[in-house]
């Protein structure tokens, strides 16, 4: 099976900067063709999907809510970060790592059902 570990979040002050990084583990971990996002969810809001990048190429996609303050990126096919800069008190969420297998296309990759696999989360929160 296919594992998602997150770490990285935190308590920071409004405009402050955090890094949040998942690391992909298991079966299919060497398969270069994958959608990994960041996901979040505030306390009674849904799910919703920050980032997302395709591994093979290095495609990146953003929430309108986020671009120009947060950065996804990777290192290989099985570490992917988010850098979180000018955190807002409106950022304060469980933030998800998510894969799916295949490429990210822009009109569905926030979509959370088109993700099979899930870590546990990190909080993040701003003050």
């Known amino acids: 099976d296919v594992q998602l570990v997150e770490s990285g979040g935190g308590s920071v002050q409004a405009g402050g900067s955090l890094r949040l990084v998942c690391t992909v583990s298991?079966?299919?971990?060497?398969?270069?063709?994958?959608?990994m996002g960041w996901f979040r969810q505030a306390p009674g809001k849904e799910r919703e999907g920050v980032a997302a990048?395709?591994?093979?190429?290095?495609?990146t996609y953003y929430a309108d809510s986020v671009k120009g303050r947060f950065t996804i990126s990777q290192d290989g096919a099985n570490t992917v970060y988010l850098q979180m800069n000018s955190l807002q008190p409106e950022d304060t969420a469980m933030y998800y790592c998510?894969?799916?297998?295949?490429?990210?296309?822009?009109?569905?990759?926030?979509?959370?059902?088109?993700?099979?696999?899930w870590g546990q989360g990190t909080q993040v929160t701003v003050s």
């Open positions: 998510a894969l799916r297998f295949g490429g990210c296309y822009l009109d569905s990759w926030s979509i959370v059902s088109r993700y099979p696999y």
């Open positions: 298991g079966s299919g971990y060497t398969y270069t063709r994958k959608c």
């Open positions: 990048i395709y591994t093979s190429d290095g495609s």
